[in-house]
């Protein structure tokens, strides 16, 4: 059942995330060029859905605050690259295409990392014992 919470939460704040994100971008793109929209707008909803996830999806873990958004960074480059490269390829490809048709590439191309994240966050970031609800975290040093 903790899996399937887990997944669920992330998925939540996946989906209030991409939609932010795509708002952001959208809002930035009237005035901004499409790379510096997306790394704007990407940088701050890492911020808040690593926060999220770390309250609530892997809420029962030990990793600490600094751990958390460390591994998010390193997550946060993969998910630049990726999402604005599939937007400038798309840019690239139909130079007519609206801000609209971008955020919706920018959006799919979200969904796809998310899928990564949430393997990566999960297997190394907020790896380690479990904590009961209500129970203190205990530190490695500890142990």
Do not use: C
């Amino acid at each position: 059942m903790g899996r399937l919470r887990e997944v669920g939460w992330f998925g939540a704040i996946g989906v209030v995330s991409t939609v932010g994100q795509a708002l952001l971008y959208w809002v930035l793109r009237l005035w901004w060029p499409p790379a510096a929209a997306n790394l704007v707008s990407l940088l701050v909803l890492t911020v808040l859905n690593t926060e999220a996830n770390r309250r609530l999806t892997f809420r029962h873990t030990a990793a600490d605050p600094v751990r958390a958004h460390l591994g998010a960074g390193g997550l946060f480059l993969l998910g630049y690259l990726a999402t604005s490269g599939a937007v400038l390829w798309f840019k690239h490809a139909q130079p007519a295409a609206s801000p609209a048709a971008e955020t919706a590439v920018l959006a799919a191309t979200s969904v796809a990392v998310t899928v990564v994240r949430f393997v990566v966050l999960r297997l190394a970031v907020f790896r380690g014992p479990r904590v009961r609800p209500g129970a203190p975290a205990r530190s490695p040093e500890g142990s």
